[in-house]
């Protein structure tokens, strides 16, 4: 069956902490990965996304997440968090059958 | 564009009882999933359209929840008796189809809990 990992469960950071948030999936065909966030009290949002080309994709608000296929890992970066950066991040596989998969999310608090 | 609509946002129903939910997705997507969050996890799909055929149920729990989406559009969740252990979100989502890269927008949910 196919998976996806999130290693860090809970993440408590300082503001302007370096961010790297883990993700592994287990798929051998080609395939698409997203990170997505969670603001407390909205919505699931795209951070970022990766279907081809360059494997450091840059998304919205400073993020960016590298696809490293030997590894089948999609790592989740951001330089400096800031206070509004605390949410629940998720990282997600789609097939070539479009289907989704999430991994069970890692929760991001930053303390101003 | 509007986004994936969802209602009703919230539900609180005893169990045993029946519930259903509601969604309606971006316009002009044909594919539409419905997912279960429990909390403190992530979302895990139930069930996945394509227009109005089913792609994928294999995690949908068939003895108690049903879905369908007779006009491809809109598309409604049914848990039928529900069990204190349903309590969750569900979300809604949509995406194109076949486009590669596609990317899944989602509804707010509808929180549901079963007392």
């Known amino acids: 069956a196919q998976s996806v990992s999130q290693h860090n469960h809970h993440v408590i950071l300082s503001e302007a902490a370096s961010l790297e948030l883990g993700c592994n999936y287990s798929?051998?065909?080609?395939?698409?990965l997203f990170w997505y966030v969670q603001y407390p009290g909205q919505h699931l949002q795209l951070l970022l996304k990766?279907?081809?080309?360059?494997?450091l994709v840059k998304g919205i608000k400073g993020f960016e997440a590298e696809f490293i296929k030997s590894k089948f890992s999609f790592n989740l970066r951001k330089p400096s968090v800031q206070w509004s950066d605390t949410a629940e991040y998720f990282c997600?596989?789609?097939?070539?059958?479009?289907?989704?998969?999430f991994g069970t999310g890692t929760s991001l608090t930053v303390i101003p | 564009e509007a986004g994936v609509a969802q209602s009703p946002r919230y539900k609180i129903i005893e169990k045993r009882q029946s519930v259903a939910f509601w969604c309606n997705p971006i316009?002009?997507?044909?594919?539409l999933y419905w997912y279960q969050q429990i909390l403190g996890q992530g979302p895990k799909l139930l069930i996945q359209?394509?227009?109005?055929?089913?792609?994928?149920d294999s995690q949908l729990p068939k003895d108690r929840f049903s879905a369908e989406r007779l006009k491809g559009v809109d598309s409604t969740l049914k848990i039928q008796p529900a069990k204190l252990e349903d309590s969750a979100v569900y979300l809604c989502?949509?995406?194109?189809?076949?486009?590669?890269?596609?990317?899944?927008?989602f509804g707010p949910g509808t929180r549901l809990t079963v007392l």
């Open positions: 798929y051998g065909g080609t395939v698409n």
């Open positions: 359209f394509q227009n109005n055929g089913v792609v994928d």
């Open positions: 989502a949509s995406s194109h189809r076949d486009y590669l890269g596609n990317e899944q927008f």
């Open positions: 990766y279907f081809s080309g360059d494997p």
């Open positions: 316009s002009g997507h044909a594919t």
């Open positions: 997600a596989v789609r097939n070539t059958g479009n289907q989704f998969y």
